[in-house]
């Protein structure tokens, strides 16, 4: 059973509508989770990390984390067409260990 | 800075052949993670190393996988006797040693076992 279990599979959204993403952890053990975006052929890159219970904004992306439920959510603001791709979430037990990836969450952004 | 580096990009192999992936961290990084990325499982973790040593090794299958980190400027996973389900794009990826600090990951290795 997937320890990191993310939802919805996929997503078509809107340009200039929103995402929005969620990722649940079932092991206990892990306290650190981090958002990877990985475009078609390309390799994940990060694109948020969250260690505390609340919210985090960069830009168009906002994240929230409650630690009591191990439950991360991803959201997307203004999508853009760049924004297409598969969202993965992982979690790890402390910081610099192993990430522990769910199966993602594929992005479509249509015009 | 060139970001991680791995080669070969794609390597086929047969089936029962070995195949050996090579892994460049970023200069400056002391962590290196090694994992693999299937459309059926998904991307799963192999095995780590901190300043050369091994440290977590528990997704890496115990039969016909081995990784070593000679220096701290490339590691190897070595592939023994390859079967068909190994198949997969293997990706190597960079931290620094710390909390916080993001895992850089490299372009991977597509390896197809005919």
């Known amino acids: 059973q997937q320890k990191v279990q993310q939802s919805p599979e996929s997503l078509i959204v809107p340009e200039g509508g929103m995402a929005s993403l969620n990722c649940t952890s079932s092991?206990?053990?892990?306290?650190y989770f981090w958002w990877y975006r990985q475009h078609s052929g390309k390799s994940p890159k990060m694109l948020m990390?969250?260690?505390?219970?609340g919210e985090k904004e960069e830009g168009r992306f906002t994240v929230h984390l409650n630690k009591a439920s191990l439950h991360t959510s991803l959201h997307i603001r203004d999508s853009q067409p760049s924004d297409s791709a598969l969202y993965l979430c992982a979690a790890s037990k402390g910081g610099g260990r192993a990430l522990i990836f769910g199966t993602g969450t594929t992005v479509s952004v249509s015009p | 800075n060139a970001g991680v580096i791995q080669t070969p990009r794609h390597k086929v192999t047969g089936k029962g052949q070995e195949a050996t992936l090579w892994c460049e961290p970023i200069s400056g990084h002391s962590a290196v993670f090694w994992y693999r990325q299937t459309i059926v499982q998904g991307l799963e973790f192999l095995t780590y190393f901190r300043n050369q040593a091994p440290i977590d090794d528990s997704g890496m299958p115990k039969e016909r996988f081995s990784a070593q980190m000679p220096n701290q400027s490339h590691s190897t996973l070595k592939i023994q006797s390859t079967q068909p389900q190994d198949s997969a794009v293997y990706l190597c990826?960079?931290?620094?040693?710390?909390?916080?600090?993001?895992?850089?990951f490299g372009p991977g290795t597509r390896l197809t076992v005919l």
């Open positions: 092991d206990r053990n892990v306290d």
């Open positions: 990826a960079s931290s620094f040693t710390g909390a916080n600090y993001e895992q850089y």
């Open positions: 990390s969250i260690f505390s219970n």
